[in-house]
């Protein structure tokens, strides 16, 4: 008999916002799981994953919010070890799939609409073609411009995932970037470039885009470890050997310490809110 390392549940959710209540026992170690939930009939659409190191048996739980889906919803569990037979390593001891006690918040007319956009376009990046423009209507107020990936100043690949033009309010995203990430970051990514200029004070400042994106994601309803991990992935695209000689750059590494602070910063706006 074939070996399973995975196991996977449909559900039907109608685009109404859900919750997942999921509880496992860790039975044997050293063991990786790994869960995700995702829409399986459109490509590259998903909307939770986390990744989970285990060295002794253990219980663990998980609550998973999810306020934007589709019709139809799966919930995977697996190891990337094809060896490993799920049902040895794992023990599901409680999974529910229940309405998620939630109201979507009413928002001043212009944060309504570039929230509708952000969303709109969140769900469909997985499977839009690179060169896309994206636009809420035809006044061209709200434009993403989905390139391949965004270029350096000397023709390289960026390892900003996206960003909005200081004057001209269009924002570049790299399909490199967000194709494969789960709706709630490029929700958070994206909400970050609009605050600088629709929302901040100081359109320049980082740490209050950070801060005004936080505070719209969370009364969406989305989950708070998403929005950390959407800004503390930003540079695992590098290799070890080109993220050490970026270190080596003054400059950059201060711009790295920067990024740190601010994310320590945002931890504790999700964590009192």
Do not use: C
């Not at 709706?183 to 605050?195: K, S, T």
């Not at 950390?228 to 750059?249: I, R, V």
């Not at 201060?254 to 320590?264: P, S």
């Amino acid at each position: 008999m074939k070996v399973k390392n995975y196991k996977i549940f449909r559900y039907k959710t109608d685009f109404k916002p859900k919750v997942i209540y999921l509880e496992v026992k860790i039975l044997k170690v050293p063991y990786t799981l790994e869960v995700a939930v995702y829409d399986h009939k459109r490509p590259n659409t998903s909307f939770y994953a986390r990744k989970e190191d285990f060295s002794k048996p253990t219980k663990t739980f998980y609550e998973i919010n999810l306020p934007l889906v589709n019709d139809e919803i799966s919930l995977a569990l697996f190891s990337r070890d094809a060896k490993q037979n799920i049902d040895e390593y794992v023990k599901i001891i409680r999974l529910e799939l229940k309405e998620m006690d939630y109201q979507r918040p009413k928002f001043d007319p212009e944060t309504e609409n570039f929230v509708k956009f952000i969303q709109d376009f969140a769900m469909q990046a997985g499977y839009l073609p690179a060169n896309y423009k994206f636009k809420l209507d035809d006044d061209g107020k709200y434009e993403i411009h989905y390139l391949p990936y965004i270029p350096t100043d000397d023709g390289g690949i960026h390892v900003t995932p996206a960003r909005i033009h200081v004057s001209e309010n269009f924002i570049e995203v790299s399909k490199l970037h967000f194709e494969r990430k789960p709706v709630p970051r490029r929700i958070a990514i994206l909400l970050h470039e609009m605050a600088h200029n629709f929302i901040n004070v100081d359109q320049d400042d980082e740490e209050e885009a950070d801060a005004n994106a936080a505070k719209i994601y969370l009364a969406l309803g989305f989950p708070k470890s998403e929005f950390l991990y959407a800004f503390s992935k930003a540079f695992k695209t590098y290799s070890d050997e080109q993220f050490e000689k970026l270190m080596s750059n003054p400059s950059w590494y201060r711009n790295y310490e920067t990024n740190v602070r601010r994310l320590a910063k945002t931890y504790e706006i999700l964590k009192n809110n």
